[in-house]
């Protein structure tokens, strides 16, 4: 408890204060007696356990001592991950530059979308994970049947996947298949944040470089999800940066629990017009 205590921050006078060490929790339990002299010397005591001013700028060392190793600590841990963040990147330029670009790909007829700047290795499809300055920092791995995982250590954090080009309006949206969907309906530029919990980071850093752009926030509806995080980050990311919000529109059409998005929306529409 010595550390909450500054006796460099008294001024002159008479102080009466919470014991550092034995300092109880209730209420106006100032046992601690202490003088500030005109020299810069403290006297007094605690009138409960003895502690005086020169005990405590004895342990300040020690205390001091602690906080530079957590803070060395702290930096280590910031370096590591760095370099896990260089070596994932690394990878992903590799393995980008091996691979072909996409065509034809299971999950991209499933969602009934095309290729936009995708890429195949094998039969995963590869979707880049990018920053401002276009540096790629991970791949988004989807396999035929639409499982999604990201490299092993790559940074996600404000990453997105760019579709078309940006004049004055721009959207934001969370999966591929959302936003190919919408590019391909409309064509307006739109930016994949690969999922609900990045849109906040995305959304600022767009808003940053383009000050004056409309941009939309397309959010997923997961209504069966508790706090329906799809909606509520989408809705977050719109008030800290002035954007609006769309929600997929499911009226008129059969819809399932796993039905949440723009993609799953524009199918079921496709659905009923081929009927």
């Not at 919470?18 to 300092?23: D, I």
């Not at 300055?133 to 989807?142: D, E, P």
Request: charged share 25%; proline share 5%; hydrophobic share 40%.
């Amino acid at each position: 408890m010595h550390e909450a205590l500054d006796l460099r921050a008294l001024p002159l006078g008479e102080h009466r204060l919470r014991c550092p060490e034995c300092g109880r929790e209730q209420r106006g339990d100032k046992t601690y007696s202490l003088r500030v002299m005109a020299d810069g010397r403290v006297v007094g005591q605690c009138f409960r356990c003895g502690l005086r001013p020169e005990n405590l700028r004895e342990r300040e060392p020690a205390s001091l001592a602690a906080k530079a190793q957590a803070a060395a600590l702290r930096a280590q841990e910031r370096a590591r991950q760095a370099q896990r963040w260089r070596d994932a990147a690394l990878a992903a330029v590799q393995r980008w530059d091996r691979a072909l670009p996409a065509i034809r790909h299971e999950y991209l007829a499933a969602k009934q979308v095309r290729s936009h700047g995708l890429r195949m290795e094998g039969r995963a499809l590869l979707v880049p994970v990018r920053d401002m300055a276009g540096r790629l920092h991970s791949l988004q791995v989807i396999s035929p049947g639409g499982e999604k995982r990201y490299l092993r250590g790559g940074r996600i954090a404000g990453g997105f996947h760019l579709l078309g080009h940006i004049v004055t309006r721009l959207v934001i949206a969370e999966g591929y298949a959302t936003a190919a969907s919408y590019f391909e309906d409309t064509g307006v530029a739109t930016v994949i944040g690969f999922d609900a919990g990045n849109l906040l980071a995305v959304a600022r850093a767009f808003r940053e470089r383009l000050p004056g752009a409309h941009i939309l926030m397309l959010a997923d509806d997961d209504r069966l999800t508790p706090g329906n995080p799809g909606r509520t980050k989408a809705e977050a990311a719109a008030r800290a940066i002035g954007a609006d919000v769309l929600l997929p529109d499911f009226t008129g059409l059969p819809r399932e629990p796993h039905h949440t998005d723009y993609n799953d929306a524009r199918c079921l529409r496709n659905q009923r017009a081929s009927s």
